[in-house]
């Protein structure tokens, strides 16, 4: 596992999240390269909204969280 990816600490709704079966690195695009399949499979996701307080909690930097940028999450939130 490469070191962009975050150490998960599990919660029961993760095993209802749509990205359990997809691979992280659609999670974590290149910079600048979009991040559609990512979005698309959040966009259907039963638990976004836990992800994205989860991801809140954890003030991550990186990656698609409830299929926005950590950045847009955090600036939604503010």
Same mark, same amino acid.
């Given at each position: 596992?490469?070191?962009?990816? =975050?150490?998960?600490?599990?919660?029961?709704?993760?095993?209802? /999240? +749509?990205?359990?079966?997809?691979?992280?690195?659609?999670?974590?695009?290149?910079?600048?390269?979009?991040? =559609?399949? /990512?979005?698309?499979?959040?966009?259907?996701?039963?638990?976004?909204?836990?992800?994205?307080?989860? *991801? =809140? +909690?954890?003030?991550?930097?990186?990656?698609?969280?409830?299929?926005?940028? *950590?950045?847009? =999450?955090?600036?939604? /939130?503010?």
């Amino acid at each position: 596992m490469s070191a962009k990816y =975050l150490p998960i600490t599990p919660h029961d709704w993760m095993t209802d /999240a +749509n990205c359990a079966t997809t691979s992280p690195d659609a999670f974590f695009p290149e910079l600048g390269s979009p991040a =559609l399949d /990512a979005r698309k499979v959040c966009a259907v996701c039963p638990v976004k909204a836990q992800c994205a307080e989860y *991801a =809140l +909690n954890l003030h991550v930097r990186d990656g698609i969280w409830a299929g926005v940028s *950590a950045r847009t =999450l955090r600036r939604r /939130a503010a």
